[in-house]
């Protein structure tokens, strides 16, 4: 078993690159100080300190991962009452789902096989191996665990650590499959968790992960998604070169839609393995588009700056014109460009979820925009309303015209833009 402590953080900043070490890190853009973006706030909060932390956007030249540099505790960013919830998304739902449908059918899973997934929130990726017949097990440090737990899903309510890989190993045997989707660019001790991965899955297991891809991040300027819960933003090569020190092979990629633009990794158990042509393809694009240059991050900073002076422009002329604005979705990008770009409740009153979001009656971190039920924004009819789930504006402007909002559309980005 590999054991590479270089790959775990400790709390504070991070003055090295996070796959390789390299102490070359160029910046690309500094959103500034900003509370935890999960760490919503009750009314009874705001009378007291709030934290913020540095949030800046580097860039390794020696191996092309980008990264932030100030780690927050885990424990703080990723607390009991965490109030995320992945299957009351329905795109999202789906997308998961079909993450574990995929991996029985590329890798030839059996009914009784054991699947772990690890922040596996309120297990609905589980649920699909659980439908073709498999053993589940989730972990999972939050509440959340409760509701998978009640569904059917049998999650351990903590962090994955070699111990929990050990207890786990003890009492369901070795797994077939370990995924790990939109947590990995989260993980603080990396080396412990991909070491912990590796003595729980059998030889030949599958360790699939998903994360962002910093190439969608650049191309479609999300910089929203940059966050302190997103330690890493992942190319194709820095994952290879992350791998390349524990035994896993990445043998396949897949590009997918998951938050705007994602990376599902199929890493083997053993070294030196075959590899797909997918692999190749994709390493030839990030080469292509010069993923391994500075000049994407240039370009992408001086987009970010504009999208924010844009956005800011159209908001508060539409202020000063007595037109009313609402915010639609809660996601955790949302405090980002929230904060960034120095939208307040003068500005933008509330920000409208679903009557079933874990976010109803809390305040939005940084600039405390309480969040309501959409219904408020239904019967108010403002004049605009700005997605801040853009990246998933589609179905959902959709699904606001079919419950007849009559509002102008904002989206924000990648460019800012009005539908009618």
Same mark, same amino acid.
């Given at each position: 078993?590999?054991?590479?402590? $270089?790959?775990?953080?400790?709390?504070?900043?991070?003055?090295?690159?996070?796959?390789?070490?390299?102490?070359?890190?160029?910046?690309?853009?500094?959103?500034?100080?900003?509370?935890?973006?999960?760490?919503?706030?009750?009314?009874?909060?705001?009378?007291?300190?709030?934290?913020?932390?540095?949030?800046?956007?580097?860039?390794?030249?020696?191996?092309?991962?980008?990264?932030?540099?100030?780690?927050?505790?885990?424990?703080?960013?990723?607390?009991?009452?965490?109030?995320? $919830?992945?299957?009351?998304?329905?795109?999202?739902?789906?997308?998961?789902?079909?993450?574990?449908?995929?991996?029985?059918?590329?890798?030839?899973?059996?009914?009784?096989?054991?699947?772990?997934?690890?922040?596996?929130?309120?297990?609905?990726?589980?649920?699909?191996?659980?439908?073709?017949?498999? $053993?589940?097990?989730?972990?999972?440090?939050?509440?959340?665990?409760?509701?998978?737990?009640?569904?059917?899903?049998?999650?351990?309510?903590?962090?994955?650590?070699?111990?929990?890989?050990?207890?786990?190993?003890?009492?369901?045997?070795?797994?077939?499959?370990?995924?790990?989707?939109?947590?990995?660019?989260?993980?603080?001790?990396?080396?412990?968790?991909?070491?912990?991965?590796?003595?729980?899955?059998?030889?030949?297991?599958?360790?699939?992960?998903?994360?962002?891809?910093?190439?969608?991040?650049?191309?479609?300027?999300?910089?929203?998604?940059?966050?302190?819960?997103?330690?890493?933003?992942?190319?194709?090569?820095?994952?290879?070169?992350?791998?390349?020190?524990?035994?896993?092979?990445?043998?396949?990629?897949?590009?997918?839609?998951?938050?705007?633009?994602?990376?599902?990794?199929?890493?083997?158990?053993? $070294?030196?393995?075959?590899?797909?042509?997918?692999?190749?393809?994709?390493?030839?694009?990030?080469?292509?588009?010069?993923?391994?240059?500075?000049?994407?991050?240039?370009?992408?900073?001086?987009?970010?700056?504009?999208?924010?002076?844009?956005?800011?422009?159209?908001?508060?002329?539409?202020?000063?014109?007595?037109?009313?604005?609402?915010?639609?979705?809660?996601?955790?990008?949302?405090?980002?460009?929230?904060?960034?770009?120095?939208?307040?409740?003068?500005?933008?009153?509330?920000?409208?979820?679903?009557?079933?979001?874990?976010?109803?009656?809390?305040?939005?971190?940084?600039?405390?925009?309480?969040?309501?039920?959409?219904?408020?924004?239904?019967?108010?009819?403002?004049?605009?309303?700005?997605?801040?789930?853009?990246?998933?504006?589609?179905?959902?402007?959709?699904?606001?015209?079919?419950?007849?909002?009559?509002?102008?559309?904002?989206?924000?980005?990648?460019?800012?833009?009005?539908?009618?």
């Amino acid at each position: 078993m590999s054991d590479n402590s $270089r790959h775990d953080l400790d709390h504070g900043p991070i003055r090295k690159c996070q796959a390789c070490g390299f102490d070359g890190l160029e910046l690309v853009i500094d959103l500034g100080h900003q509370p935890p973006c999960d760490s919503l706030l009750t009314p009874a909060q705001l009378d007291e300190a709030e934290n913020t932390y540095p949030l800046r956007f580097l860039r390794c030249p020696n191996c092309s991962l980008a990264q932030i540099d100030y780690a927050v505790a885990p424990e703080v960013l990723f607390y009991a009452d965490y109030p995320y $919830r992945s299957g009351i998304t329905s795109t999202l739902a789906h997308n998961l789902r079909s993450t574990g449908f995929k991996a029985i059918e590329k890798f030839l899973l059996n009914p009784g096989d054991l699947a772990v997934d690890i922040g596996s929130n309120d297990g609905t990726l589980l649920s699909a191996f659980k439908e073709k017949g498999m $053993r589940v097990l989730g972990v999972e440090p939050t509440n959340i665990a409760n509701i998978a737990n009640e569904n059917g899903i049998p999650t351990i309510q903590r962090f994955f650590t070699q111990e929990v890989s050990r207890q786990v190993r003890e009492e369901h045997g070795l797994a077939s499959v370990v995924t790990a989707a939109n947590m990995f660019a989260h993980v603080e001790k990396l080396g412990s968790l991909i070491s912990g991965v590796e003595s729980l899955l059998a030889d030949g297991g599958i360790f699939i992960t998903e994360s962002h891809y910093l190439l969608d991040l650049l191309e479609t300027v999300q910089y929203d998604s940059i966050y302190h819960e997103h330690l890493k933003y992942y190319s194709l090569k820095s994952l290879i070169r992350v791998f390349s020190e524990y035994n896993f092979t990445i043998t396949d990629v897949d590009r997918i839609e998951n938050y705007g633009g994602s990376i599902r990794v199929y890493a083997v158990k053993g $070294r030196n393995l075959p590899i797909s042509e997918t692999v190749t393809r994709l390493l030839a694009e990030e080469e292509r588009k010069g993923l391994y240059t500075s000049a994407p991050f240039k370009v992408f900073a001086e987009r970010v700056r504009k999208s924010k002076f844009d956005l800011q422009q159209l908001l508060f002329n539409a202020k000063a014109n007595g037109k009313t604005v609402v915010g639609v979705g809660c996601p955790g990008r949302s405090s980002t460009l929230v904060n960034y770009c120095g939208i307040d409740v003068d500005v933008m009153p509330i920000i409208a979820e679903q009557s079933s979001s874990l976010k109803l009656g809390l305040r939005l971190p940084g600039k405390h925009i309480p969040i309501v039920d959409e219904k408020l924004m239904f019967e108010e009819q403002p004049d605009y309303a700005l997605i801040l789930s853009w990246h998933y504006w589609r179905p959902i402007v959709k699904n606001l015209r079919a419950k007849g909002l009559k509002s102008k559309i904002i989206i924000p980005l990648p460019d800012v833009r009005v539908m009618e």
